[in-house]
């Protein structure tokens, strides 16, 4: 496919609560009306940011994953989220990529946000993921990944950056000038997908979920309210920017360890 019909999904997390949240995105995601390929939702958006402390540990195998490979067969797309997941005795902060087949990817958060307690609760990932989804590349990160551009960098891998955040408000600058930043630097399409409202330690979320154009153009923001919004990628603009002015060849080699 050249274009990728994408549903942003800026939702209000209800605090430690899986099971209203859940409901609430399904009825969001029913009430968004036209057909999509691909749905995102806010990071840790079961029980909102740290907010799983006082709940069971949940694996693979439990409602979460299977309400997201439900949801994606259901409106035949693919669906996007950050969810708190336990595997050997350690929660990892694990965006989840599910196709409608009922295929399961992920990529667990490298960057944990030591300054708010998060490097104290989760492991670490190590592994950059990259996901083929219907001809287009999509490179997985989540919230404070944003802040490292060598993580974040295209080594000619990947058209679509799609990241998921709870970030917060008094921050909202850097938010926005990262997001355009990581897009002009890596000649690709950005979505940074937001949360709204007050989480259960009293921090505050902006929404301002964007997406970002190959040239760092803003194609669409869905300002402060709680929202869903349809937007169309064109693969042709990646290609069509990188051929226009291909300074990537000049970029210098790096290793990370």
């Known amino acids: 496919m050249t274009t990728i019909k994408t549903l942003l999904v800026q939702a209000r997390l209800e605090w430690q609560d899986p099971d209203r949240n859940r409901e609430r995105l399904g009825r969001m995601l029913e009430g968004a009306g036209d057909a999509f390929d691909l749905a995102v939702m806010p990071e840790t958006f079961t029980t909102g940011f740290l907010g799983d402390a006082d709940l069971p540990g949940e694996g693979m195998d439990g409602p979460t994953v299977a309400w997201m490979q439900e949801r994606a067969a259901r409106h035949a797309c693919a669906l996007a989220g950050s969810a708190v997941i336990t595997e050997h005795g350690k929660r990892y902060n694990r965006l989840l990529f599910v196709t409608p087949d009922g295929r399961v990817r992920h990529y667990d958060k490298r960057h944990r946000f030591a300054f708010g307690g ?140």
């Open 118 to 257: 998060e490097s104290q609760r989760y492991t670490g990932g190590a592994q950059r993921v990259i996901v083929d989804f219907r001809g287009w590349r999509i490179n997985l990160q989540v919230c404070y990944d944003l802040r490292f551009p060598v993580w974040c960098r295209n080594r000619g891998d990947y058209d679509l950056m799609l990241l998921v955040a709870n970030w917060p408000s008094k921050r909202v600058a850097h938010w926005l000038s990262l997001l355009e930043a990581r897009a002009i630097e890596n000649q690709s399409y950005v979505i940074g997908l937001n949360r709204v409202g007050e989480d259960g330690n009293g921090f505050q979320y902006p929404g301002r979920s964007v997406v970002h154009d190959p040239l760092g153009t803003c194609i669409a923001d869905l300002g402060g309210e709680e929202a869903c919004r349809l937007v169309e990628l064109d693969l042709s603009r990646v290609s069509g920017a990188r051929e226009e002015f291909p300074f990537q060849a000049d970029a210098d080699p790096f290793d990370l360890v």
